[in-house]
């Protein structure tokens, strides 16, 4: 078993550490966040992740996992130091690898001979060989490993992702080191990949785009379903069942957003830009999410009749997606911001984002439950999937809501009993 570092005490630090430390492996996680570290210590993990909280539990209690301040703390004696910081977008586009930069200088003398650093943050091209460099400038020993160990977990599901990935991922230009790398992961079951460090970087960027893509094209095809009167529930009920194309990632919707893809896609198009390759195809996809969120407020304004000042908006869903707390980059905030900005009285309900979101618009009424968000509302919007918006009583919500009239963002709501009820309907692509 290793001693293992880990730098950020993130959605993807506080994962890596945890599950870690359930594979057997001595953990110590810093963070520059005083207060998080102090709650992390007492077991509050802060962020809704399944199964997070008993793992963080286990290693305290097993005390295979502790929480320090400062990457420092962290790397001293680590035989792994994995960093995983924030690596948000630049303001070219590019990602920002200021966080990273800090800890290494920050972490470069305490290493010893031996030690391998891992970037498991999303970073562009180039970035193990920086890494390396930095290393050296900073005046580490020389006998260092570094690696890309690339991360593919997904909000919601973090910790059974790590435990039971589709592939680990590992760049590295000595072979030894990818070994010892991928020894950290024996007992996890899942095709380990070795490959040069560039490659390991582009396979994080390149899926995440591909996954935006197919998301921006089922977008596109239901913007088309609805000019042509086809339902784009049964079209891609109809594409899925072909494992080529298969079902995850074709639910139309309010566009992509999150932590990752939006600040990814605009890093892998910086990427391509630096060696002089437009990638048109992805630069479409970037502008059609743009506009895919246009759509949905398009069809929020046509729902109030043109007139969306001084109305009220009812809203379910702020996150990102469901089964998370993050509102970082999520489509639905954006809208919300948009409304508030037309004048429009926004309540909205939120099963587990509502109070942060209220910090971010300015304006923005959080109901305690979803029926609350609906009173006296003209529209009715959904715009996260979370499943309990299915199963609501919908008799209630008519009683309550002045307009009924529902734009449903995520084609959650079953449109025949929608409008059975006297709701006009309005989905994505049906
Ligand atoms: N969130 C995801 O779903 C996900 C999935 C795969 C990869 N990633 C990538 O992983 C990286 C981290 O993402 P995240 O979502 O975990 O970020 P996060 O913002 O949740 O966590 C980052 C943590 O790093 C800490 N930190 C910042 N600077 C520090 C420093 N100098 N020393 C010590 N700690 C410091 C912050 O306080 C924070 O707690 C990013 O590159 C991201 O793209 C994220």
């Known amino acids: 078993m290793s001693?293992?570092?880990?730098?950020?005490?993130?959605?993807?630090?506080?994962?890596?550490?945890?599950?870690f430390a359930h594979l057997g492996h001595e953990v110590v996680v810093g963070d520059i966040d005083t207060d998080k570290i102090h709650r992390l210590a007492k077991g509050d993990i802060g962020i809704l992740e399944e199964g997070l909280p008993e793992l963080v539990a286990e290693g305290l209690s097993t005390r295979r996992l502790r929480f320090v301040v400062g990457a420092a703390s962290a790397a001293a004696d680590a035989e792994f130091v994995f960093l995983?910081?924030?690596?948000?977008?630049?303001?070219?586009?590019?990602?920002?690898?200021?966080?990273?930069?800090?800890?290494?200088?920050?972490i470069a003398p305490l290493l010893t001979p031996g030690?391998?650093?891992?970037?498991?943050?999303?970073?562009p091209v180039g970035s193990t060989a920086l890494v390396a460099r930095l290393l050296g400038a900073a005046g580490a020993v020389a006998e260092l490993g570094v690696a890309s160990n690339p991360e593919f977990l997904r909000e919601g599901t973090a910790a059974r992702d790590f435990l039971h990935p589709y592939r680990v991922v590992i760049g590295a230009d000595d072979p030894a080191v990818a070994v010892r790398v991928s020894e950290l992961y024996r007992d996890v079951q899942a095709p380990v990949l070795v490959t040069n460090?560039?490659?390991?970087?582009?396979?994080?960027?390149?899926?995440?785009?591909?996954?935006?893509?197919?998301?921006?094209?089922?977008?596109?095809v239901a913007n088309l379903c609805e000019a042509v009167n086809a339902d784009v529930r049964e079209v891609t009920l109809g594409m899925g069942y072909d494992p080529r194309?298969?079902?995850?990632?074709?639910?139309?919707?309010?566009?992509?957003?999150?932590?990752?893809?939006?600040k990814d896609t605009a890093a892998l198009l910086h990427t391509a830009a630096r060696v002089d390759d437009d990638f048109p195809l992805l630069a479409a996809v970037i502008s059609m999410n743009d506009a895919q969120q246009d759509r949905v407020v398009d069809k929020i304004r046509?729902?109030?009749g043109g007139a969306p000042a001084g109305r009220r908006v009812g809203v379910w869903g702020l996150t990102f997606k469901a089964n998370t707390n993050d509102l970082r980059d999520s489509p639905a905030v954006a809208i919300v911001r948009r409304l508030v900005e037309d004048g429009v009285a926004v309540r909205a309900y939120d099963p587990a984002g509502g109070e942060s979101a209220a910090e971010l618009v300015p304006g923005l009424e959080v109901a305690a439950d979803p029926y609350e968000a609906c009173v006296d509302a003209d529209v009715l919007v959904v715009l996260t999937e979370w499943d309990e918006f299915r199963w609501l009583d919908f008799t209630r919500v008519a009683g309550l809501s002045t307009g009924r009239s529902i734009v449903d963002a995520r084609n959650l709501l079953d449109p025949a009993a929608m409008r059975h009820l006297g709701f006009a309907y309005r989905g994505v692509g049906r």
Not at 249 to 256: D, E, K, M, Q, S
């Open 115 to 123: 030690t391998v650093i891992v970037n498991k943050s999303t970073m």
């Open 3 to 19: 001693r293992v570092g880990v730098v950020g005490a993130g959605y993807v630090g506080l994962t890596t550490g945890a599950c």
């Open 197 to 220: 460090p560039a490659s390991a970087e582009m396979i994080k960027y390149a899926s995440n785009a591909f996954l935006a893509m197919k998301v921006s094209y089922v977008n596109a």
């Open 302 to 304: 046509d729902a109030l």
């Open 245 to 262: 194309i298969g079902f995850e990632f074709l639910h139309p919707g309010p566009g992509w957003g999150g932590s990752c893809f939006p």
């Open 84 to 106: 995983c910081v924030p690596t948000p977008r630049g303001s070219e586009g590019d990602a920002d690898l200021s966080a990273v930069e800090d800890v290494v200088r920050e």
